[in-house]
């Protein structure tokens, strides 16, 4: 996954102002762009999907986008996308980075002989995503305790995780649950972190993790999934947990819902008055 950036003074650039609501096109073909790796290239196929040539004209004429011809394709070009987004080459090189550190990762786990240098850095996060509050990992890929654990009182934070419990968090998070969004992430590293400062073994911080990612809750119930994990009696793993139940249980809650209200009026009506 890649990500389309965007300063947080655009709002007030005088370019930005003359395009209006046209903008919205420049977002969402940006994301589009970061995602295809066009270098800031949008196809008029493109273009058109998500706005109207209307709209591209005003782009154009705010100093954004530039007319451009790609090979056979005609549409525009983001101005200076170079100078603000990363290159493919660079995308591509981190991608690299990335899945060459998941494999030592998976060779350390597995007991294969790794070299701390060659090990070094490889729980960084996903380097084409941005870090939440840049405490995860330092430009070494070292991975250091986030500053708003390190402003708790002493005697929280002897309850609170230590480099090596992040370290360990964020190689688990990255080797075991699909990508997420960046929030999501962090939440996960977060509460695995916590677990293992909590004495909790990796391979139960692992199990929960995967279990997670088959579950359709927030990243805040995995302390309660691994929990839940260890209750469960062994050999009887169709026993459904309480967070599945909760799941189910909002499900039907919305399905419900949903066939109230669209139900004739009079059934609304009787609904509402309840059983005469």
């Not at 007319?67 to 005609?74: F, L, R, S």
């Not at 690299?96 to 701390?116: H, I, K, M």
């Not at 729980?123 to 840049?134: K, V």
């Not at 050999?235 to 819902?257: C, Q, W």
Request: proline share 7%; aromatic share 6%.
């Amino acid at each position: 996954m890649t990500w389309f950036k965007v300063d947080d003074s655009l709002p007030d650039h005088r370019k930005v102002r003359k395009a209006g609501t046209a903008m919205g096109l420049w977002v969402l073909c940006g994301a589009w762009s970061s995602r295809a790796l066009s270098g800031g290239f949008v196809p008029t196929d493109i273009a058109t999907r998500y706005g109207t040539a209307r709209q591209a004209a005003r782009l154009v004429a705010a100093g954004l986008w530039v007319p451009a011809v790609d090979g056979d394709e005609e549409g525009w070009q983001f101005h200076d996308w170079s100078d603000y987004q990363p290159s493919r080459e660079e995308v591509l090189g981190r991608r690299r980075a990335a899945a060459d550190r998941q494999a030592r990762s998976r060779a350390r786990r597995s007991g294969q002989d790794v070299t701390r240098d060659e090990d070094r850095g490889h729980a960084s996060p996903d380097p084409t995503r941005p870090d939440p509050d840049g405490s995860y990992a330092d430009r070494a890929g070292s991975v250091a305790v986030p500053d708003r654990w390190a402003a708790a009182p002493p005697s929280a934070r002897r309850r609170m995780p230590g480099p090596d419990h992040m370290q360990a968090a964020v190689s688990l998070v990255a080797e075991l649950v699909p990508t997420q969004p960046s929030a999501v992430t962090s939440r996960l590293v977060d509460e695995s972190a916590r677990l293992l400062a909590e004495g909790l073994g990796v391979d139960q911080v692992g199990h929960g993790l995967r279990l997670w990612a088959t579950k359709a809750v927030g990243a805040g119930l995995l302390p309660e999934i691994v929990g839940e994990a260890m209750r469960a009696p062994t050999g009887n793993p169709s026993k459904t947990s309480t967070t599945d139940s909760r799941v189910n249980a909002a499900l039907k809650l919305a399905e419900r819902f949903a066939a109230e209200e669209s139900a004739p009026a009079t059934r609304v009506a009787e609904l509402q008055e309840g059983p005469r």
